[in-house]
């Protein structure tokens, strides 16, 4: 989409990064974000927080000559507030006809689509030798990991947009990345597991069960089945099969850690229904209830549970990760004390949409369809929604 022909004006508006935004909203700070994107995409996709307040009015409502007294009606008068659209084009306009007006406006640098290039690295505390680092991608809630031991690192679910910031930050802890493994075949993001194979000359892994969808990778891939192990250093990668969210969903173990992928979240369990859509999704829903007593909570309370996404439900551990143990997860999370029939019954009562465009994000991931750089990142703009509901699922 080409950017609106707006008028030119006087003034040169502020722009605030998004990195510095995300800071002033993790610190608290009350904010208020007037958004010009169109209501639809402002209520699909947006940048929450817990003292974050908005205002929804399209940039058109700004271009006439003569503005409506009313659409000054909510904004702050004596304090900066910040302008956002989809990639920062219109918002630089509409804060510079409100600096004009007498307002203290600052528009948010390339829009949410810089918002969406936020990532941020975090180190779990875990019982391993290895270094266990987590990926958070706050405009989406996607969650990738890098395991290091030595001077060998892998790294499991990786984001094809992200896919330099791996290669650096093993070779900045002293590694060179040998592996890219994914859990799935992931319906929310593009995986970065083919491009890191071609660029930078890794490993790609893919569960060995998930190859039945139909995988048509253009790249030579090694598959991994359930007890399988990939060795990164001294360290032991095992495969643990755990299909309900995909008939492939694959979890890792490494030491004290599971990475559940889309299975088990820290504040919801998976949706079932994006594999076989909603024909299939009550024998998937029972398939990840079985999963989930026989595979995973099996392990001890300990362990900790590093999935592929969080939501806004979700509350870091002390550590800064998204992650929880087992046994806090048992003692919260309402889903996994269900009976089987009452289990299905309300994972499959209360399903939020499904992810955007994820129909063309499973085909690129697949290897079916091709995606260049550009459209692989607007595919995977906006929530992840690869969970189930959040409301009830947590006591």
Known sequence: MTAPDLPE??????????????SRIDGGE?????DNRVPSEHEKWRIDGENVSHINIPYFEFLDDDLDESLFENLPEDEEFVV?????????YVAGVLIEEGYDAVALERGMNGWAGIYEYTELETDGDALVAQYQRPSSGCLAYLVVDGDEAAV???LRYFTDEYVADAKALGADLTYAIDTHIHADHI?????LVEDAGVTGVIPEAAEARGVEYDVAYETIGDGDVVTVGDTEIEAIHTPGHTTGMTTYKVDNVLFTGD?????????????DGDEGAPDAAGMLYDTLQQRVLPHEDDTIVASAHFSDAATPASDGSYTATLGELEATMDALHMDRD?????ILSDMPPRPANYIDIIETNLGVQESDD???????????NCAASNEALTN
């Not at 299975?263 to 594999?275: C, K, N, Q, T, Y």
């Not at 009452?342 to 309300?346: A, D, I, N, P, R």
Request: proline content about 8%; overall charge negative.
């Open 263 to 275: 299975g088990l979240f820290i504040e919801s369990v998976a949706r079932p229904d994006l594999e």
């Open 374 to 384: 550009d459209r692989a990142f607007e595919l995977e703009l906006g929530p992840n």
């Open 30 to 34: 009350a904010l208020t974000i007037l």
């Open 156 to 158: 499991i679910d990786p």
């Open 84 to 92: 956002l659209c989809a990639k920062g084009h219109s918002s630089e």
């Open 342 to 346: 009452e289990f299905v019954e309300f």
């Open 191 to 195: 995986s970065g597991v083919r491009t």
């Open 9 to 22: 004006l006087d003034i040169e508006s502020p722009v605030i990064e998004p990195e510095a935004l995300k």
